[in-house]
Antibody, heavy 124, light 107 residues
Framework: QGQLQESGPGLVKSSETLSLTCTVS????????WSWVRQPPGKGLEWIGF???????KYNPSLKSRVTISVDPSKNHFFLKLTSVTPADTAVYYC??????????????????WGKGTAVSVSS | SYELTQPPSVSVSPGQTARITCSAD??????ASWYQQKPGQAPVVVIY???QRPSGIPERFSGSSSGTTVTLTISGVQAEDEADYYC???????????FGTGTKVTV
C-alpha cells in the first residue's frame, strides 16, 4: 500500500501562487491518476484535478485557468500550483492516488490512498 | 455544471439500516464512488464502481445504482459509522470528477 505526504507553506498571501508537493512512498508513479482534492473549513470536498503518468491532465473547470498539476517521476513527487489565490482558496489540501479509466463510454474513478492533508491559509 | 445532490443528514439508531442517496443533476450517470470522512481525518473510499467494496471495508457497506441515482447502504449501523459521506462521479465527458454535497450520518 502506498503512502502519500503533502508538504508546502501553510500561509500564502492573496494574489500569490500556492505551491504544494506530494511525496509518494512505496509506490512507483505509474499507472495511477495522481490527484488533488481540497476542503474549505467546515465545507465539503472539492476535486481539483489529476495527472496521469503519461502527462495527461484533467482539471476542475472552475479552477482550470489557475491550476497546474505536474509530476517528477524521478523523485516520486507530484505537484500542485494554484495561481492568483484569494481567501476563498483557504482549505485543507489533500493529495491522493486515483484509479480510473473508461470502457463502453462509462468513466470510473476513485481515490484509494490519501495523504493526511495540509492546511493552507490565504491572507488578504 | 455537473452536480451531485445528497441529503444533508441522515439519523439512524444502532443496528438499523442507513441509506444515503446521490442524484445526478442531468443525463446518464457514470460510475460512482463513496467516501467516509471522520472529523480531522482524510476520506476513505468505502465503495467504488457503484457497488465494489475495497478490501478491509466491512460487509455492512454496500452500493447500488438505478438510473441517475446511486445509493450507499449501511446495514446494521454501528457507532463507529458516524461520519460524513460523499459520493463522487465523473461527468458524461470524463472531464469533471465531482463530489456530492455530503451527508452527515448520526448514529
Amino acid at each position: 500500500q502506498g503512502q502519500l505526504q503533502e508538504s508546502g507553506p501553510g500561509l500564502v498571501k492573496s494574489s500569490e501562487t500556492l505551491s504544494l508537493t506530494c511525496t509518494v512512498s512505496n509506490n512507483p508513479i505509474s499507472t495511477y491518476y495522481w490527484s488533488w482534492v481540497r476542503q474549505p473549513p467546515g465545507k465539503g470536498l472539492e476535486w481539483i484535478g489529476f495527472i496521469q503518468y503519461s502527462g495527461s491532465t484533467k482539471y476542475n473547470p472552475s479552477l482550470k485557468s489557475r491550476v497546474t498539476i505536474s509530476v517528477d517521476p524521478s523523485k516520486n513527487h507530484f505537484f500542485l500550483k494554484l495561481t492568483s489565490v484569494t481567501p476563498a482558496d483557504t482549505a485543507v489540501y489533500y493529495c491522493a492516488r486515483g484509479r480510473g479509466g473508461s470502457h463502453s463510454g462509462y468513466y470510473f474513478y476513485h481515490l484509494d490512498v490519501w495523504g493526511k492533508g495540509t492546511a493552507v491559509s490565504v491572507s488578504s | 455544471s455537473y452536480e451531485l445532490t445528497q441529503p444533508p443528514s441522515v439519523s439512524v439508531s444502532p443496528g438499523q439500516t442507513a441509506r444515503i442517496t446521490c442524484s445526478a443533476d442531468a443525463l446518464p450517470k457514470q460510475y460512482a464512488s463513496w467516501y467516509q470522512q471522520k472529523p480531522g481525518q482524510a476520506p476513505v473510499v468505502v465503495i467504488y464502481k457503484d457497488s465494489q467494496r475495497p478490501s478491509g471495508i466491512p460487509e455492512r457497506f454496500s452500493g447500488s445504482s438505478s438510473g441517475t441515482t446511486v445509493t450507499l447502504t449501511i446495514s446494521g449501523v454501528q457507532a463507529e459509522d458516524e461520519a460524513d459521506y460523499y459520493c463522487q462521479s465523473p461527468d458524461n465527458n470524463g472531464t469533471n470528477y465531482v463530489f456530492g454535497t455530503g451527508t452527515k450520518v448520526t448514529v
